[in-house]
T-cell receptor, first 108, second 114 residues
Framework: RKEVEQDPGPFNVPEGATVAFNCTYSNSASQSFFWYRQDCRKEPKLLMSVYSSGNEDGRFTAQLNRASQYISLLIRDSKLSDSATYLCAVNGPYQLIWGAGTKLIIKP | GAGVSQSPSNKVTEKGKDVELRCDPISGHTALYWYRQRLGQGLEFLIYFQGNSAPDKSGLPSDRFSAERTGESVSTLTIQRTQQEDSAVYLC????????????FGPGTRLTVT
């Protein structure tokens, strides 16, 4: 089992819809969790940190489920500009462990 | 403030030549990481520097790859005798401390080996 797993997608979603995807992790001792966004041929950019209580930033909501060892990202009222690959990252002993990413395509 | 910078942005080289890639981390960031990303693939960890500690080289794919970092500043990734399978984007990231702190990425160097 990989340390951090994501559904590669692609998720094809109509504009304005709500979409959610998860990221599972294997190390129950992990304490820090992040969502990054990577546009085509660009570097990953930090989207949100994921806190124990969950956090929201505009249309984006991130949550942590420690019992089932996954984090989630919810995007409401999706825009064409949300099309990207979403990477999750979970702390390991000395560095972040990365998922392979979920590709999201928003269609008009 | 200034983010992570990398140079060159693009590099085309002939098979068998050596290449050197440069990364300037965010000022004050003690941890620096190199990743490789092949087209359509995820991030592949290469090497990690934390302050003055010995680097974690566990991700380097072969002895043709090496990296150095001067103190808590610039890092260079060197690939000797390049092969076509080395073609990829090489990303550098830095963070304030290592594990548990978010990483910030540079724009990457796109390496093409012909």
């Amino acid at each position: 089992r990989k340390e951090v797993e994501q559904d590669p997608g692609p998720f094809n979603v109509p504009e304005g819809a709500t979409v959610a995807f998860n990221c599972t992790y294997s190390n129950s001792a992990s304490q820090s969790f992040f969502w990054y966004r990577q546009d085509c041929r660009k570097e990953p950019k930090l989207l949100m940190s994921v806190y124990s209580s969950g956090n929201e930033d505009g249309r984006f909501t991130a949550q942590l489920n420690r019992a089932s060892q996954y984090i989630s990202l919810l995007i409401r009222d999706s825009k064409l500009s949300d099309s990207a690959t979403y990477l999750c990252a979970v702390n390991g002993p000395y560095q972040l462990i990365w998922g392979a990413g979920t590709k999201l395509i928003i269609k008009p | 403030g200034a983010g992570v910078s990398q140079s060159p942005s693009n590099k085309v080289t002939e098979k068998g030549k050596d290449v050197e890639l440069r990364c300037d981390p965010i000022s004050g960031h003690t941890a620096l990481y190199w990743y490789r990303q092949r087209l359509g693939q995820g991030l592949e960890f290469l090497i990690y520097f934390q302050g003055n500690s010995a680097p974690d080289k566990s991700g380097l794919p072969s002895d043709r790859f090496s990296a150095e970092r001067t103190g808590e500043s610039v890092s260079t990734l060197t690939i000797q005798r390049t092969q076509q399978e080395d073609s990829a984007v090489y990303l550098c990231a830095s963070s304030f401390i290592s594990s548990g702190y978010e990483q910030y990425f540079g724009p990457g160097t796109r390496l093409t080996v012909t």
